[in-house]
């Protein structure tokens, strides 16, 4: 009999690989605790924006005409368990206020509401971003609380999925990493793991099994090494400045190393999200507890260069428009709010911190993103906020391009440069075409490149 699937929370992580495991052919079950996420995915509809998520629920969802009907969502833990025979953990970590380390509430609640239901055999498996040691806590705790017990293995299956990319990266993965028990409960696991995953594998996806331990890791540790890249090229791109060099053809050269590799060397005003700069934070923390604090004291540094850019763009933008300490009189537009382009996605975004910032120092800040701006005023509600980049430009002194939408790139420099008080425009990700804006009477400055 095929197998029956349960994925517990429903943001990005959840809804997408709830949706993909329909695609895949199998009978989900979503649950969240929220009642709006449960109404709103029942009715096919995404509570964020990730492209191609709705059309997915929407060939699904039970009750939509037409769809396949192997998607349902409810609130009831007794449901989902009596229901699954596995059961994705896909809830967030997010970073804990004011420390460090991660928040485990949410996994830790999720695990334990579902554990109490668990009457049959059933695999739990943990999706979410945790601190390694993690997986270990929670399987002890699903024996002890599971009126099922030994019969309800746990698994660790790290999921590396992009925003803006969701869907795309849960159905055609980079790799598949689980981490089980040694044992025969281990290796069932694995092979109910290789079951569920078998269409990505089938189509080269590769399948490392490892442990516990180590599959928590490669998480981590994937994030962290991409953290340290973009902070890699940001630290040259201050040197570059330093020095008259250009960070972009820099990158374009480092990139043609293949040990090196072209992705995710973009220099500018650094990373965000809900990922990258909290899952850092939190394997430093992590690692301090295990007496291993000095093998990531480099992830300090990278934090820091990260942050270091958010102040630098503010520093760059009082220069340009010739403000002292303050920029009280200064009208700013600034070109994006989220953390990356194709997301509505503002959490911890390098975009709205610099926007802020010149806000708190008296700037009139105006804003506009293509998707973010709901999440943004609920964020910021006192920054100014345009429907559109020309509209966010008009009598601006300064314009900052701070996500790299590609409606950003298409933007005429000619009709903005009719609405702006000054044609002023600084790219704090490198993504706009220098020519194009120059030679329509801007000048154009970027982070790490020279000045014309
Ligand atoms: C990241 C990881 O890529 C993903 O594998 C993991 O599952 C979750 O965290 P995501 O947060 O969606 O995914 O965004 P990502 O595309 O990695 O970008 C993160 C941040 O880095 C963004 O703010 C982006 O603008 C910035 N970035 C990325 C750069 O500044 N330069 C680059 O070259 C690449």
């Known amino acids: 009999m095929a197998l029956k699937i349960t994925v517990i929370g429903t943001g990005y992580l959840g809804a997408t690989h709830a949706a993909a495991m329909a695609e895949l052919g199998f009978e ?9 996420k449960i109404e709103m995915l029942s009715a096919g509809r995404v509570p964020m924006y990730e492209p191609g998520l709705e059309e997915l629920l929407h060939k699904h969802v039970a009750g939509i005409e037409g769809s396949s009907g192997r998607l349902r969502f409810t609130r009831d833990w ?54 390694v040691g993690s997986a270990d806590r929670l399987a002890a705790r699903i024996a002890e609380l599971a009126p099922a017990g030994g019969e309800v293995e746990l698994a660790w299956n790290p999921e590396f999925l992009r925003e803006g990319f969701a869907v795309h990266d849960t159905l055609h993965p980079d790799r598949l990493v689980v981490g089980v028990r040694a044992g025969a409960g281990g290796e069932r696991a694995e092979r109910t793991l290789r079951e569920v995953y078998a269409t990505p594998i089938a189509e080269g996806s590769p399948f490392v099994s490892t442990d516990f331990p180590t599959a928590e890791l490669v998480k981590t540790s994937a994030n962290s090494f991409l953290a340290t890249k973009i902070s890699f090229i940001n630290a040259m791109a201050e040197v570059c400045e330093a020095a008259g060099g250009d960070v972009v053809k820099l990158a374009e050269a480092l990139g043609h190393d293949e040990r090196i590799g072209k992705k995710f060397l973009r220099a500018g005003i650094g990373f965000g999200g809900g990922c990258l700069p909290k899952d850092i934070r939190a394997f430093m923390a992590r690692a301090g507890e295990l007496g291993a604090d000095q093998a990531l004291t480099f992830l ?7 942050m270091r850019r958010r102040g630098h763009m503010v520093e760059l933008a009082r220069e340009a428009v010739g403000a002292d300490s303050s920029f009280l009189g200064k009208r700013v537009a600034v070109l994006g709010a989220t953390f990356k382009p194709d997301s509505d996605d503002v959490r911890d975004s390098p975009a709205l911190n610099v926007a802020g910032q010149i806000h708190l120092q008296g700037g009139q800040v105006t804003v506009y993103d293509p998707k973010g701006m709901a999440n943004a005023k609920r964020l910021f509600p006192t920054l100014g906020y345009a429907d559109s980049a020309l509209d966010a430009v008009r009598g601006a002194d300064v314009v900052l391009h701070l996500t790299e939408w590609s409606e950003f790139r298409e933007l005429d420099p000619t009709t903005l440069g009719e609405a702006v008080s000054r044609r002023l425009i600084l790219d704090g990700r490198n993504a706009l075409d220098p020519e194009r804006w120059r030679a329509a009477g801007w000048t154009y400055r970027a982070m790490g490149r020279p000045r014309a």
């Open 300 to 306: 300090r540094e990278v934090d820091s260069i990260n």
């Open 78 to 131: 007794a449901e989902a368990a009596d229901f699954g025979d596995v059961h994705f953990i896909c809830v967030n970590t997010p970073q804990k206020h004011g420390e460090y380390a991660c928040d485990m509430s949410y996994v830790d609640s999720a695990v334990e509401s579902l554990a109490r239901h668990l009457r049959r055999p059933a695999l739990v498996v943990g999706k979410s971003t945790v601190p």
């Open 28 to 36: 989900v079950l979503g649950l969240d605790v929220v009642a709006e």
